[in-house]
Structures are given as structure tokens and as C-alpha cells.
């Protein structure tokens, strides 16, 4: 059986349908929670399909508090992952069925994130930590890796909903926003 995931995109002052990550993710996907944090929304209905969920906070809660927001959904109607974008991240064809397949075959693997390549040849996560900080790279990181030693974006990353909500998830007081 197929695991259940549900994409969560927090969208900022953007129509969802102009967002990168609409055209190139959402667009084919069945199950989404959109956390609008603009403080005027855009008008859903016409984009909305089943399966979507669609959640406005005009005062702008955040990354932290909308992707708990979205792991506690995902947590009360059974879906097995949440898959965390944001508006500008940029999904090739096959995504879902990579994420899909590393769950196949990676059991015991309660987290994944993609290995993210600028138009520079540089990457951007997964990078090494150094002295708790961190740069761009010209290496790729493939495999299991400790987070200790790694830096990770956000965006793009596949978690395991009950191991979030074991975690307590994102700590709400922290804003993530710019750490994607």
C-alpha cells in the first residue's frame, strides 16, 4: 500500500496558481494543505480541489506555527508523512515517486530532504556544518547523515507525521521563514 503524504505549501502574498511550486508540484497532487499567511487571501474556490485543504492567517503565523498547524491535521486524518514546501521551490516531474520509492525502500528513515543544486552547480542543503555554521557547497551529500553535522532546508523535506508529533515538532517561538 502506498503511503499517505500530504503536501504542505505556506504561500505569502502570491496566488497559489503562480507559485513555482503549484506549476511544478501541486498542480498534480490529490492531497494538500495550503497555509495562506498573506494578510489579504487570494480567492481559493476556483483553485481548490478535493482533497485540498485551505487555512488564510492574515497575521502571519510563520513556518514553525503553520507547519505544526499542518502535522496536527495530517496526525487527525491519518496521513503517514507531510511533505513541507513553500512557494518558491521548484519540484522536478518525478518527485512524488521519488519520495514514494525512498520510503520503500528506507523503513526504519523517519526524515528525508532532497539534496538542493543551484543554477551555480553549488549546493545549498545538504551542506556541512562548520563552528555551527554553514555555506554552500560543490559537494553532494547522498545518504544517511547525522543533522548534528548537516545544515537542511525546510522546503522539500518528507517527515514522518508520528515522529514529528513524538518531537513536540518545530519549536512555535522559532521563525524559520529565510531558512529555505
Same mark, same amino acid.
Given at each position: 500500500?502506498?503511503?499517505?503524504?500530504?503536501?504542505?505549501?505556506?504561500?505569502?502574498?502570491?496566488?497559489?496558481?503562480?507559485?513555482?511550486?503549484?506549476?511544478?508540484?501541486?498542480?498534480?497532487?490529490?492531497?494538500?494543505?495550503?497555509?495562506?499567511?498573506?494578510?489579504?487571501? /487570494?480567492? #481559493?474556490?476556483?483553485? @481548490?480541489?478535493? *482533497?485540498?485543504?485551505?487555512?488564510?492567517? !492574515?497575521?502571519?503565523?510563520? &513556518?514553525?506555527?503553520?507547519?505544526?498547524?499542518?502535522?496536527?491535521?495530517?496526525?487527525?486524518?491519518?496521513?503517514?508523512?507531510?511533505?513541507?514546501?513553500?512557494?518558491?521551490?521548484?519540484?522536478?516531474?518525478?518527485?512524488?515517486?521519488?519520495?514514494?520509492?525512498?520510503?520503500?525502500?528506507?523503513?526504519?528513515?523517519?526524515? /528525508?530532504? #532532497?539534496?538542493?543544486? @543551484?543554477?551555480? *552547480?553549488?549546493?545549498?542543503?545538504?551542506? !556541512?556544518?562548520?563552528?555551527? &555554521?554553514?555555506?554552500?557547497?560543490?559537494?553532494?551529500?547522498?545518504?544517511?547523515?547525522?543533522?548534528?553535522?548537516?545544515?537542511?532546508?525546510?522546503?522539500?523535506?518528507?517527515?514522518?507525521?508520528?515522529?514529528?508529533?513524538?518531537?513536540?515538532?518545530?519549536?512555535?517561538?522559532?521563525?524559520?521563514?529565510?531558512?529555505?
Amino acid at each position: 500500500m502506498a503511503p499517505k503524504i500530504l503536501v504542505v505549501c505556506v504561500i505569502y502574498n502570491e496566488k497559489l496558481q503562480e507559485t513555482i511550486t503549484y506549476k511544478s508540484l501541486l498542480i498534480h497532487c490529490e492531497n494538500i494543505f495550503i497555509i495562506d499567511n498573506s494578510p489579504i487571501p /487570494f480567492n #481559493p474556490s476556483s483553485y @481548490l480541489q478535493k *482533497g485540498w485543504t485551505y487555512q488564510n492567517h !492574515p497575521e502571519n503565523i510563520g &513556518l514553525s506555527k503553520a507547519y505544526n498547524e499542518a502535522a496536527k491535521f495530517a496526525y487527525d486524518n491519518g496521513y503517514d508523512w507531510i511533505l513541507l514546501c513553500d512557494q518558491d521551490t521548484y519540484f522536478p516531474s518525478n518527485a512524488l515517486q521519488y519520495y514514494i520509492d525512498a520510503i520503500k525502500n528506507n523503513p526504519t528513515v523517519n526524515l /528525508f530532504c #532532497p539534496r538542493v543544486k @543551484l543554477d551555480t *552547480g553549488e549546493y545549498m542543503s545538504p551542506t !556541512p556544518i562548520k563552528n555551527y &555554521l554553514t555555506s554552500l557547497s560543490d559537494r553532494s551529500i547522498f545518504g544517511e547523515f547525522s543533522l548534528s553535522k548537516f545544515c537542511v532546508i525546510n522546503s522539500g523535506m518528507l517527515i514522518n507525521v508520528s515522529a514529528f508529533i513524538s518531537v513536540g515538532g518545530y519549536n512555535d517561538l522559532v521563525w524559520l521563514d529565510f531558512s529555505d
